[in-house]
């Protein structure tokens, strides 16, 4: 008798030293959940979303003050996928944040800039190169497109251009069939040859 | 377990083991070998993509106007894969701009347009003599100059040949494979290159032999092309190649697609190269035929990459093989091979499994082109409407990577993308076995190339969002590590006027130490001033130390001179001075 509860309580010691040892030990540093949104997340940092960034936005959806629909860079697809992440019902964008946009970059027109750095400041990527009184000029491999910079502008010098498709980044289509005609039948037929 | 596999069916004789998959098209090939390679007449103009090759876009080095001789260097090779584009005749660039290129996308891309006059001037040309060069070290300096040649695979892959032809202590070549196989259906350039220059092959592939250090050369050819295969066999008895190693060629049963590489090098040693490693990481190398022959032009004779032969067959009345020159418009060599018959409904350029329809005729010929097929309803009737998947899995039994193509049908068609990657869509060479076998007329290929188009660009864009994150976080570290140093300024200026007006303070009643301080202070002016005059007195003029004494004694007077001036103006001063005191 006694020498099972001597037992149960050496077990218990035992136990617990291990497990407060491992809780110190092997401690997650943040919130995993948040990194795992963040990672959903386009990193636009475009804050359309009502939070000042991806992150901000991430911890809110994981502390359950900000909604999944939010993002419109991310698109529908982004929604899906925050959806399945978090286990709740799928939802539509919400408009109120904004609508999906082509992917673009910010273009500044030279001939206007007047040095203000001004959009510098304002750029969450720091893309945007140059020094008070010089031209400034967008870095477009690191624009993510937020239009960040448009609103401090006081020129209005930048505006953003669609990413156009390229031989670079075109993509096969999806393949799907012309419907013909019944008369046309003998001249409308490239495209479904293999 | 496959080594082993191999080394037993090696002992048994047994080197060459059968493709599994693949499938028989009718080929159409004797079309287009009735009469001899044709060399097409000089056109007016030549329209160069520079996206002619897989990897980076070559460096522009002309610009409009310019005058430029055949051969002459236009871009040069940007980064480590990439090739150079050279003029393929003489003439006068009139833009460097977009236009049509020949890809699938139908979409413009930047190209360099040459206006020729005619007169087909070279560039001197500059031969090495490569068989001096035997060590590693000049062998690297050979390899780093065929950077400016602009060879690529000429095969239809277009990957540029000298990175292909690089080795290394980790990847040394035994085996040289040459691809003669051209196993696609209409395709007749390489049967028609070794039935006329098979020689020039051989030279070309000593070459690549010296290069790599090849220990044996295997010639794979299928058996649809017994002239080549003879020609072939001729040439390589005449060549001294066959002296250094073992030189043989190897006539392969015809089938689709034993031409791809890895086929090919299946086929000829038993070896399976392994998905996720390249043929050099198992001691083979391949290459085309054609390519060799480009590799024999430009050491031997210095000309770079600026003709191919082209295939124009299918709807046409004339079929033949011509010598094209790189950016000669299709126009031009349909015009060649007698102009297209009244139904032709298209051009496709490669083959009819794997190429693709062209968005104009008038697009370029590049270097990837091996053939352009007029396309007639006929030809190729258009597929029947896709029926569902019944899988009856005959895509997987033609499958030559052994894929499971009805699984990999059902992600790409449900967008299941990572379910596709999963199923190993990225081995999927895209050969159209698969949809050539499917009873439902589904275009298998179609579907995986979508998936694989949309994997690339999710990956792509996550790659992005990575990059901008780590740039968000950066900026916002540094933006914090900036107000922290704000503030620890603040802190420390904050701290110093305390300390200064304590100071003051203690120091305020006694007048005397502030007289001090400020004469300390206007000495240690002074003596700044003073050094500063030293120094300037100090730095004499640099440029007559070394003058000669004539020059120095000239200088001398001049200074005199100079000082004697100076010297009256200020006695003038004096004495005027003098005079208004009086």
Redesign the interface.
């Known amino acids: 008798m006694l020498t099972a509860v001597y037992v149960m309580l050496f077990l218990a010691l035992l136990l617990g030293v291990l497990l407060g040892y491992s809780a110190l030990k092997f401690k997650v540093d943040g919130d995993p959940l948040v990194a795992r949104i963040?990672a959903i997340?386009?990193?636009?940092?475009c804050g359309q979303c009502g939070f000042p960034?991806?992150?901000p936005y991430a911890t809110a959806i994981a502390a359950g003050e900000a909604d999944i629909n939010q993002c419109p860079p991310g698109g529908d697809a982004g929604a899906r996928a925050l959806a399945d992440l978090m286990g709740v019902e799928y939802k539509p964008l919400n408009a109120e944040h904004g609508l999906p946009k082509p992917k673009s970059v910010a273009l500044i027109d030279e001939n206007t800039c007047i040095g203000c750095t001004l959009c510098i400041q304002a750029c969450?990527?720091?893309?945007i190169l140059g020094a008070a009184k010089h031209m400034h000029t967008i870095i477009a491999s690191?624009c993510?497109g937020c239009e960040l910079c448009l609103a401090p502008c006081p020129v209005d010098c930048i505006t953003m251009e669609p990413i156009a498709?390229?031989?670079d980044?075109?993509?096969?289509?999806?393949?799907v069939?012309d419907i013909k005609s019944v008369g046309q039948v003998?001249?409308a037929?490239?495209?479904?040859?293999? | 377990m496959s080594s082993l596999l191999n080394i037993v069916k090696q002992s048994f004789g047994l080197g060459a083991v059968a493709v599994s998959g693949g499938v028989h098209p009718p080929d159409h090939k004797h079309e287009s070998t009735t009469q001899a390679v044709g060399q097409l007449p000089l056109p007016h103009q030549l329209t160069l993509p520079l996206r002619q090759h897989v990897g980076n876009l070559p460096k522009v080095l002309v610009k409009v106007g310019d005058y430029v001789l055949k051969g002459q260097l236009l871009a040069e090779a940007e980064g480590n894969i990439s090739a150079a584009i050279h003029a393929p005749s003489s003439g006068t660039i009139t833009s460097i701009e977009d236009a049509l290129i020949p890809h699938p996308s139908g979409l413009p891309d930047r190209c360099i347009t040459i206006a020729l006059d005619g007169k087909d001037e070279w560039i001197a040309h500059a031969p090495i003599d490569w068989r001096k060069l035997e060590t590693e070290q000049d062998k690297s300096k050979l390899l780093e100059g065929l950077r400016s040649s602009g060879i690529v695979g000429l095969g239809g892959a277009a990957f540029p040949t000298q990175v292909k032809l690089r080795t290394n202590a980790k990847s040394s070549v035994d085996t040289l494979v040459l691809n003669a196989a051209e196993c696609e259906p209409y395709i007749t350039c390489d049967d028609m290159l070794m039935r006329e220059r098979a020689d020039q092959i051989l030279k070309g592939l000593e070459i690549a032999q010296h290069l790599l250090g090849a220990k044996q050369c295997l010639i794979g050819i299928e058996d649809n092309k017994p002239e080549a295969a003879e020609a072939m066999r001729h040439a390589c008895a005449n060549s001294p190649l066959s002296k250094l190693v073992p030189l043989k060629v190897v006539v392969v049963p015809t089938q689709y697609p034993s031409g791809d590489a890895r086929q090919l090098i299946r086929l000829l040693t038993g070896i399976e190269v392994p998905a996720d490693k390249r043929s050099t990481d198992v001691g083979l190398q391949c290459f085309n035929v054609a390519t060799v022959l480009a590799l024999h032009r430009y050491f031997d004779f210095g000309e770079p990459s600026i003709s191919r032969i082209v295939t124009i067959t299918g709807n046409v009345q004339k079929p033949a093989n011509y010598e094209v020159l790189f950016g000669t418009s299709v126009a031009d060599l349909v015009q060649a091979g007698g102009g297209a018959l009244a139904d032709t409904d298209g051009y496709i350029m490669g083959g009819p499994m794997m190429g693709f329809n062209l968005p104009s005729v008038s697009v370029p010929i590049t270097k990837a082109s091996n053939c352009v097929i007029a396309s007639a309803p006929n030809l190729f009737p258009s597929a029947p409407p896709a029926m569902p998947c019944i899988r009856c899995a005959r895509c997987a039994d033609v499958c030559p990577v052994s894929l499971q193509p009805q699984e990999l049908y059902w992600f790409a068609k449900s967008s299941n993308l990572e379910k596709a990657r999963d199923y190993n869509l990225f081995d999927c060479i895209e050969c159209g076995c698969c949809t050539y076998a499917c009873p439902s007329n589904i275009p298998l290929v179609q579907y995986y190339r979508f998936a694989k188009s949309e994997i690339i660009a999710q990956d792509r864009a996550k790659e992005a969002a990575d990059l901008a994150r780590e740039r968000n976080e950066f900026r916002l570290m540094r933006i914090d590590r900036e107000k922290q140093e704000r503030a620890e300024k603040h802190a420390q200026k904050a701290a110093g006027a305390k300390a200064e007006a304590a100071k003051t303070e203690a120091t305020s009643a006694t007048e005397a130490p502030e007289d001090e301080a400020m004469a300390a202070k206007k000495a240690a002016i002074a003596a700044a001033i003073e050094r500063a005059k030293a120094q300037k007195a100090a730095a004499a003029p640099q440029n007559v130390v070394d003058a000669i004494p004539s020059v120095q004694a000239e200088i001398a007077e001049i200074d005199a001179r100079r000082e004697a001036a100076k010297q009256s103006v200020t006695d003038a001063i004096a004495t005027n001075d003098a005079q208004e005191e009086k």
């Open positions: 963040d997340l386009p990193q636009t940092q960034g991806c992150k969450p990527v720091d893309a690191e993510t498709e390229s031989p980044n075109w993509k096969w289509r999806y393949p069939f003998g001249n037929q490239a495209g479904t040859r293999h």
